[in-house]
């Protein structure tokens, strides 16, 4: 957002035209993405689609039906639209049709290296701010290039406590604007 519309939106704020809240420390304003939805269907403003889907949407592509069917289960059950994929064929047929805000990608598939597949996703303009959080019980983190690395959102080695990739989930997901939305 520009300087124009951030100061725009702070004075609304501030005249209380639109619910926010500060975090603890924090200078910047917070506001709901429900609250923000809600402000912008009652002034007429054009709601963009990330801002109105309420339900984050995640993309497990893993070659495993042991990893996918635990995890799909699980993030369904913590309010997630959950799509998968056993390679990356099918991963890219689904970026398409889902457009998932979060790619859950075990690095080695049996068609496709994870790598080539990040590569191929960042090129799409669509796709480029889904979060890719990669996984892989084989390679570790030094295994993977810095150019690599920086194309995702983070890393995680495999197995994985659950409760810790929904934190590392919540924060992407922040970061897309799902949550909270900061000014």
Do not use: W
């Amino acid at each position: 957002m520009g300087a124009r519309s951030s100061s725009s939106i702070q004075k609304k704020i501030v005249a209380g035209e639109i619910p926010a809240f500060r975090s603890a420390g924090g200078r910047d304003y917070r506001i709901t993405r429900a609250d923000l939805i809600k402000y912008m269907q009652s002034h007429a403003i054009p709601v963009p689609r990330e801002l109105s889907d309420p339900d984050p949407r995640v993309l497990i592509v893993d070659d495993d039906p042991v990893v996918t069917e635990p995890l799909e289960e699980f993030l369904t059950l913590h309010g997630f639209k959950v799509c998968t994929a056993q390679s990356g064929l099918q991963a890219g047929y689904s970026l398409k049709a889902f457009k998932p805000h979060i790619i859950l990608l075990d690095m080695l598939l049996g068609d496709m290296d994870g790598r080539d597949f990040i590569k191929i996703s960042s090129a799409d303009k669509e796709m480029r701010n889904a979060k890719i959080i990669g996984m892989s019980a084989y390679l570790k983190r030094e295994d993977i290039s810095a150019e690599d690395l920086s194309k995702m959102h983070m890393f995680l080695s495999k197995p994985f406590h659950y409760d810790r990739l929904l934190k590392k989930m919540e924060r992407a997901i922040e970061k897309l604007g799902q949550r909270q939305i900061s000014f």
